[in-house]
């Protein structure tokens, strides 16, 4: 579900006093965009886009690749057949996960 490897990654090339702004800036913007998820006419696929965007930057695989698969659909014709609730689910599982070792890489050590 997440990438670790990738999180280490990005904190070693931002420095772990900085790792935790990209954090808080990383679940603001995301929760902001899922907040509006598919409410305007012709979005979806770009909100797809930048979600899949912030997700796989922070380790997020799965629901980079749930957003993935719904922007491929949206380029395809099929927006009606992305479901909003279900990349919101992923996230939120993705989150929780996410947030449960979240205080081993987000220490200034």
């Known amino acids: 579900m997440i990438d670790w490897d ?5 904190r070693a090339e931002v420095g772990a ?6 954090v808080d800036l990383f679940l603001d913007e995301v929760e902001t965009t899922l907040a509006r998820l598919g409410q305007t006419p012709g979005q979806l696929e770009d ?18 690749a749930l957003c993935q698969d719904g922007e491929r659909r949206c380029v ?3 927006e009606a057949s992305v479901d909003p609730a279900a990349v919101r689910a992923s996230y939120a599982r993705s989150k929780q996960a996410f947030m449960a070792r979240a205080a081993e890489f987000l220490s200034a050590a």
């Open 47 to 64: 909100e797809l886009h930048f979600l899949k965007g912030s997700a796989w930057n922070l380790g997020f695989r799965e629901f980079g």
């Open 17 to 22: 006093e900085e790792f935790a702004e990209v």
């Open 6 to 10: 990738r999180v280490t990654e990005l």
């Open 76 to 78: 395809a014709g099929q």
